[in-house]
Each structure stands twice: as C-alpha cells, then as structure tokens.
C-alpha cells in the first residue's frame, strides 16, 4: 500500500554512496540470517489439557514451513499464539531477533504476523476490494461528513487490483461480491488480504480444504508466487502432497511435542512414509527428557 496516501513520509531522503550501499547491504545480510520468527519452549494449558509442551519453531526469511500431525496434535494452538489468539503459559516468541509479548491478534499484525485461518473470515455480502481492506478501510483526505470520515472507495479499489496482478490472482472484478467467487477465489482473496499490508510472516490453517484439484493447484501456485517475492509462510495441512510440493522444511507435532524437524526431501513416497511415522509414534527426533 502507499504510505503517502495515509499522509506518511520519510523525513530524510537516502543518501546514495558507495559507504551507504555497502553499510546497506551489510544490514540486508544480517537480517536475513537472522530468523523471522523464533519460538521458544512455548508451553499452553486448557485446564488438565497440555495443550502444548515446551514447543520450539524456527521459520527463516523466504521459507515456507509446513506444520502437520493428526488432530489435537496442537498445531493450530501453536499457530494462535504466534498470531496473537492464545497468550503462552511459558516460553517467548522472538521476531526478527527481538522479544516481543503478543497480547492479542492486533499486536501480531502490528508485529507483520497475519493468519488465514480455515474458515476466511470473509464477509459474503461485500466486495472483493471491502473484504481486503476490511478493518483497516482507507479514508478520503478531502471528505467528512460532520463527525464522520468518508471511505476512499476509489483508492481501495485500486490497490486491490494492483494487488491482485502482482499476486497473479485472476479475478474479473475487484468490486464482485465474495459470495459470487468460487472456493478457491474466496481462498485466494483471503491470502492477498494477509499479504495487502506488508506482512512479514502469512499463517495458512488449511488452505487447500474442501478445494477441486484445480483450484488448489492454483492456491499452491500462489504460495509460490507469495515466496518468490519474499515471504516466510507456514502451512497448516494434512495434505502432505501439498506440504511436498511447496514446503521448503516440515516439523511434525505429537501430543502437543515437536518430534520433527525436518527439510522436505526425497520422493514423495518416501517422504509420506516418513511422515506417517512421525505422525503415529513410531518415530521421534526430540524424545522427551525423563526424570532420574
């Protein structure tokens, strides 16, 4: 989005020299071997339920992360308290090398965290452009009406359309209802709105459930497309064809422990052969440590 629209500037100009470019790109480097998101011991109980149980996560800049296990595993629970849902009983979450306290989902996207969850979160009866800007409408600078700000219609439209081409979603309007879109156009909406606001890091609960062929085949190409362009994504799924084709890295959760933390290799027998053993018991790379 453009800041200038909002009234945001920068308050000095860059400086272009040979220091500057060099210094720059010094930073570039640091940041990137720095993980994105880090997460430590993170533990969470609902009453006798161990929910969680000391659970760490690593995910890289550019990387796409697949989290998988059977249900109740805990992998969506992992998933609320990065985005800012549940709040950890212990453990801490690091963004970008810094340690942070996400209270709740406001301050997760404040931070560049946004969640797709399965059910979208789309509002039916209004536009594919309202939907993508929805709680965060973009305001006329030249139009009130008394106490009220009048929506820049104009303008929202717009970026969603800029949006859609750059994500190479093909939808023939911006200004159709979401009610009228197929499910793998609703599927693709909800990405683009997680990606409209330069978020750091897009969580994906499900994205390819209940969906045709051919419309995960294009939700797959658009996380592809979403990491061509730089973005660190995980995947929620228990498709593990599609956590093979697009995972660069996959950790697998048991009874709430991470047994598996592990890059995406091999054919995709052997790779779901090693997953389901994962998945079952009958594997585990981070056995839980006994008391003497």
Request: aromatic share 6%; glycine share 6%.
């Amino acid at each position: 989005m453009n800041p200038k629209e909002y009234g945001i500037y920068d308050s000095q100009p860059y400086q272009k020299s040979n220091f500057s470019k060099t210094k720059k790109k010094a930073v570039i480097s640091m940041t990137e071997n720095i993980p994105v998101v880090e997460m430590r011991n993170i533990k969470k109980n609902f009453a006798a339920v161990r929910a969680l149980r000391g659970v760490d996560l690593t995910l890289h800049h550019n990387e796409v992360l697949g989290l998988v296990g059977d249900n109740a595993a805990g992998k969506s629970t992992l998933m609320k308290v990065l985005s800012g849902a549940y709040i950890p009983d212990e453990g801490e979450i690091l963004i970008e090398g810094n340690k942070v306290h996400l209270n709740d989902p406001l301050r997760a996207r404040q931070m560049g965290i946004e969640m797709v969850y399965q059910d979208l979160a789309l509002v039916n009866k209004l536009s594919v452009a309202a939907n993508v800007f929805l709680g965060r409408e973009a305001e006329s600078r030249f139009k009130r009406l008394g106490l009220f700000s009048v929506m820049n219609q104009k303008y929202m439209e717009q970026e969603t359309q800029h949006l859609l081409e750059r994500l190479k979603i093909n939808i023939s309007s911006v200004r159709l209802d979401v009610e009228g879109l197929s499910g793998g156009q609703r599927q693709t909406v909800a990405i683009a709105r997680a990606t409209a606001f330069n978020a750091k890091v897009i969580i994906m609960d499900e994205p390819t459930a209940a969906l045709s062929v051919a419309a995960i085949s294009k939700v797959l190409d658009l996380v592809r497309e979403l990491k061509a362009q730089g973005c660190s994504i995980i995947i929620i799924s228990h498709r593990l064809e599609d956590i093979y084709q697009v995972c660069d890295r996959m950790i697998v959760l048991r009874h709430g422990r991470k047994v598996c933390d592990y890059p995406v290799v091999g054919d995709i027998h052997e790779f779901r052969e090693r997953v389901v053993a994962y998945i079952v018991g009958a594997r585990n790379d981070f056995p839980e440590a006994t008391a003497d």
